[in-house]
């Protein structure tokens, strides 16, 4: 017998012009956040909003394969900034002249700063070994994380939480501060607090490390296109 499924569709109701225009608002003026934490602990509620809207980003397989290790205590974020400093060093040398003199000026996290540290992980084990949309593209629960980071970047813009994302560490060091188990793969390290002040523009177009693309040089019509030919 054929089970039956509960629930089902709705008349998808349109958008108002206000709702569209805070969508774009939020959307638009998220921006990465490294020195404006302010030292204001998180709302349980707000953080329990955030979480709730990671929690329902799209994932193929409706697989979830995610988990959120949130990270309060001082030393336990002391231990991640020595580690990201390490490399953050290492990444320095790999520049060179006024780039790497640049680099050295600019702030790339803020985990001490931060009240909460959230390390968002993926577990390729979850669903089994055959999973639906993952049989031919076994990077699938991967980039569903990656859209559950997204919804929580959002959403923390929406609660007025600044977020920062940390990448500049060895993945064994965070493996070991946080105990995670070699199946389980990292995918971001976020620094989250709420932020009286945002950059107008991405933090790193304000201090000259690179300019936004502009958006019609990146679509392309049916099939790629090399650069430089017509």
């Not at 540290?117 to 991967?142: A, E, P, Y």
């Amino acid at each position: 017998m054929q089970e039956k499924i509960v629930g089902g569709l709705a008349k998808a109701e349109d958008l108002t012009d206000e709702e569209k225009a805070a969508f774009y608002k939020v959307l638009y003026s998220r921006r990465d956040v490294r020195d404006q934490f302010l030292s204001d602990e998180i709302s349980e509620d707000s953080l329990m909003r955030v979480l709730e809207a990671a929690h329902h980003a799209p994932s193929v397989g409706f697989m979830q394969p995610w988990n959120f290790i949130l990270v309060r205590e001082q030393a336990t974020r002391q231990l991640v900034w020595e580690a990201f400093s390490r490399a953050n060093d290492e990444a320095a040398d790999m520049f060179e002249g006024e780039r790497k003199d640049l680099y050295q000026t600019l702030k790339l996290e803020g985990i001490r700063k931060a009240p909460l540290n959230i390390c968002v992980t993926c577990d390729r084990t979850r669903s089994g070994k055959i999973v639906l949309g993952r049989t031919h593209n076994r990077q699938m629960d991967l980039y569903s994380a990656v859209c559950a980071v997204e919804n929580l970047l959002l959403a923390g813009r929406a609660e007025g939480i600044g977020i920062g994302w940390v990448s500049i560490y060895h993945e064994q060091d965070l493996r070991e501060i946080l105990a995670i188990p070699d199946h389980i793969d990292i995918i971001a390290y976020l620094c989250l607090g709420y932020v009286d002040e945002l950059y107008q523009e991405p933090e790193l177009q304000v201090k000259g490390w690179r300019k936004r693309l502009d958006l019609a040089d990146l679509i392309y019509e049916e099939r790629w296109k090399d650069e430089g030919k017509s």
